[in-house]
């Protein structure tokens, strides 16, 4: 079963805007990932979070996490046509970190 | 570039039939897990090995079986093939040192089940 759920399911954006992507979960975590991936294929990591942590950044990635409201944003600012990719928040099995448990997605498309 | 391998990319079966998918960590990762992605879904835990054990197992049954190698590889099994086992596979390595929290995956195998 998942575990989050991304908000929205879909995104399309131009080149330059800011792009916000939202994910919930349902359990205590120890950590929350973001991943990229490329029309189907393999992940790749984008940033991690501890539940300790508030705020983090990355070059143009921001991610914020609320541990009381168990949600987490992932923002891109100044998108490009590049950033088109599906984005998955993930979270940790409390007691297993190695065991991630994945949201839905969010389908971003950046028009140029 | 993760480092990460899997072989082969794209594979059709039909339904019954058995078939093994392969992935090929980076040394010293002695840490790996399978994840399962229907399309227009999340990944989903399979399994995970640690040290050639299995560590782990999410919600599949028994058919889906692994193997992990002392050289960092691994083997996700599937017998008796259903047509809702057409997923692309993904397998996840984890390194002993640095952030254990980072799982670096593989390109993944495209498996239809015809």
């Known amino acids: 079963s998942q575990q989050g759920e991304e908000d929205p399911q879909a995104l399309s954006i131009q080149e330059g805007e800011n792009a916000t992507m939202n994910c919930s979960y349902k359990?205590?975590?120890?950590?929350l990932q973001w991943y990229r991936q490329n029309s189907g294929r393999g992940l790749v990591h984008l940033i991690l979070i501890r539940s300790n942590e508030r705020e983090k950044h990355s070059g143009r990635l921001r991610v914020t996490l609320d541990t009381s409201k168990k949600s987490s944003s992932l923002l891109i600012t100044a998108s490009r046509a590049a950033d088109t990719a599906s984005y998955f928040c993930a979270t940790d099995a409390r007691g297993n970190t190695d065991k991630l448990i994945f949201g839905t997605g969010t389908r971003l498309q950046v028009f140029p | 570039e993760t480092g990460v391998t899997q072989s082969p990319t794209h594979l059709i079966k039909t339904r019954g039939q058995q078939v093994t998918l392969r992935c090929s960590s980076q040394?010293?990762?002695?840490?790996v897990s399978w994840y399962q992605q229907a399309l227009g879904q999340g990944p989903q835990f399979i399994f995970q090995?640690?040290?050639?054990?299995?560590?782990g197992r999410g919600n599949f049954p028994p058919r889906f079986s692994g193997l992990q190698f002392p050289n960092y590889s691994s083997e996700l099994n599937v017998n008796a093939l259903e047509l809702d086992d057409s997923a692309l596979y993904l397998c996840?390595?984890?390194?002993?040192?640095?952030?254990?929290?980072?799982?670096?995956f593989g390109p993944g195998t495209r498996l239809t089940v015809l």
């Open positions: 040394s010293g990762h002695n840490t």
């Open positions: 359990t205590s975590i120890n950590n």
């Open positions: 996840a390595s984890t390194s002993p040192w640095g952030s254990t929290d980072t799982q670096y």
């Open positions: 090995y640690y040290r050639e054990e299995e560590n």
